[in-house]
């Protein structure tokens, strides 16, 4: 298993759709998620105990308990089997134990914990408005090269200088606080073409040079803090690993203010940019060859290393 005892974030309760059971694979197990008309969360074993079906394709009944969709077997959010011959049901389907932070789904994919769940999420949603989630998509790359694009600063340059035009990374300061760090960066730009602008209006506000303060929480996310024409804009880049060679990224968003009417016009764009930038980080990790020792090395590249570190000390 990868980074056993590891808190994961799996999803933000406005992933998932009312009584629609949703499949989600992590540290190599199937899983079915779901979301009952009181908001109320839970998660079992994707299969079936019976025989072998898959839960994620059946439904989900008032009293909400998931039925098979082969022989329509009913089970509770505990993993017990509803059987009219029997009061009281052993569980039978494994739970996934969840742990709930506000809207934020965590788990520790059934492992002893190791490290305890931050609670910057928390702080985020009383200090700044969510306005959605960018992504949900699958990589076809091994959690830990997932992770390292996350904290190489120097990657932006070449990666996303279709949509950013970045010509120049700076680095004012690295801070290593154990599984905790502190990233303080400037990216200067060129300027965007005409036709850049028309295609994506979010352009139109990132400022010049874009100032961006990452806090890196090993190894479920790293928060980036920037200006956009919401004001103060959050993203939270989000992985967890499904197999050995797949990845899920997401990435919830915040913004500083509110501005009425004008949201349903501003907050498009910031969140197609932000799926941007996925689909660019996507498109380069999953066309690289297979890892190997770098013969060469970059400047700024110590929360490259510091995250390297964790995990293989881990």
Same mark, same amino acid.
């Given at each position: 298993?990868?980074?056993?005892?590891?808190?994961?974030?799996?999803?933000?309760?406005?992933?998932?759709?009312?009584?629609?059971?949703?499949?989600?694979?992590?540290?190599?197990?199937?899983?079915?998620?779901?979301?009952?008309?009181?908001?109320?969360?839970?998660?079992?074993?994707?299969?079936?105990?019976?025989?072998?079906?898959?839960?994620?394709?059946?439904?989900?009944?008032?009293? $909400?308990?998931?039925?098979?969709?082969?022989?329509?077997?009913?089970?509770?959010?505990?993993?017990?089997?509803?059987?009219?011959?029997?009061?009281?049901?052993?569980?039978?389907?494994?739970?996934?134990?969840?742990?709930?932070?506000?809207?934020?789904?965590?788990?520790?994919?059934?492992?002893?914990?190791?490290?305890?769940?931050?609670?910057?999420?928390?702080?985020?949603?009383?200090?700044?408005?969510?306005?959605?989630?960018?992504?949900?998509?699958?990589?076809?790359?091994?959690?830990?090269?997932?992770?390292?694009?996350?904290?190489?600063?120097?990657?932006?340059?070449?990666?996303?200088?279709?949509?950013?035009?970045?010509?120049?990374?700076?680095?004012?300061?690295?801070?290593?606080?154990?599984?905790?760090?502190?990233?303080?960066?400037?990216?200067?730009?060129?300027?965007?073409?005409?036709?850049? !602008?028309?295609?994506?209006?979010?352009?139109?506000?990132?400022? &010049?040079?874009?100032?961006?303060?990452?806090?890196?929480?090993?190894?479920?996310?790293?928060?980036?803090?920037?200006?956009?024409?919401?004001?103060?804009?959050? *993203?939270?880049?989000?992985?967890?690993?499904?197999?050995?060679?797949?990845?899920?990224?997401?990435?919830?968003?915040?913004?500083?203010?509110?501005?009425?009417?004008?949201?349903?016009?501003?907050?498009?764009?910031?969140?197609?940019?932000?799926?941007?930038?996925?689909? *660019?980080?996507?498109?380069?990790?999953? $066309?690289?060859?297979?890892?190997?020792?770098?013969?060469?090395?970059?400047?700024?590249?110590?929360?490259?290393?510091?995250?390297?570190?964790? !995990?293989? &000390?881990?």
């Amino acid at each position: 298993m990868i980074l056993p005892g590891a808190p994961w974030l799996i999803a933000h309760k406005s992933m998932l759709k009312v009584n629609k059971p949703k499949l989600f694979t992590i540290c190599g197990q199937d899983y079915v998620l779901w979301k009952n008309e009181k908001g109320e969360i839970s998660a079992l074993e994707n299969i079936c105990p019976h025989m072998g079906a898959k839960l994620s394709d059946g439904w989900i009944c008032p009293d $909400n308990t998931i039925a098979c969709p082969f022989h329509a077997l009913e089970f509770d959010s505990e993993g017990k089997a509803i059987l009219p011959n029997e009061k009281i049901s052993k569980p039978l389907a494994k739970q996934l134990k969840l742990f709930l932070q506000g809207d934020f789904i965590w788990t520790y994919a059934n492992q002893e914990p190791k490290l305890t769940i931050p609670d910057i999420l928390e702080k985020l949603s009383t200090q700044f408005r969510f306005i959605g989630v960018a992504g949900d998509v699958t990589i076809k790359a091994p959690f830990l090269d997932a992770l390292e694009i996350n904290h190489d600063v120097n990657h932006a340059k070449g990666t996303h200088r279709e949509l950013f035009r970045i010509k120049e990374t700076q680095v004012d300061e690295f801070q290593d606080r154990g599984y905790f760090s502190v990233s303080t960066i400037k990216h200067i730009r060129d300027k965007n073409t005409l036709n850049e !602008y028309l295609q994506n209006i979010a352009l139109l506000f990132s400022p &010049n040079p874009v100032e961006i303060v990452l806090e890196n929480y090993f190894p479920s996310f790293v928060v980036v803090y920037s200006d956009s024409p919401l004001g103060k804009l959050v *993203q939270v880049f989000t992985i967890y690993p499904q197999n050995k060679n797949t990845t899920r990224i997401f990435i919830p968003l915040f913004t500083e203010k509110s501005f009425g009417i004008f949201n349903s016009i501003l907050e498009p764009p910031t969140i197609k940019a932000t799926e941007e930038v996925i689909r *660019q980080d996507v498109t380069m990790l999953e $066309n690289l060859y297979p890892r190997f020792e770098p013969k060469i090395r970059l400047s700024h590249e110590e929360p490259l290393h510091w995250v390297r570190q964790l !995990y293989h &000390n881990w």
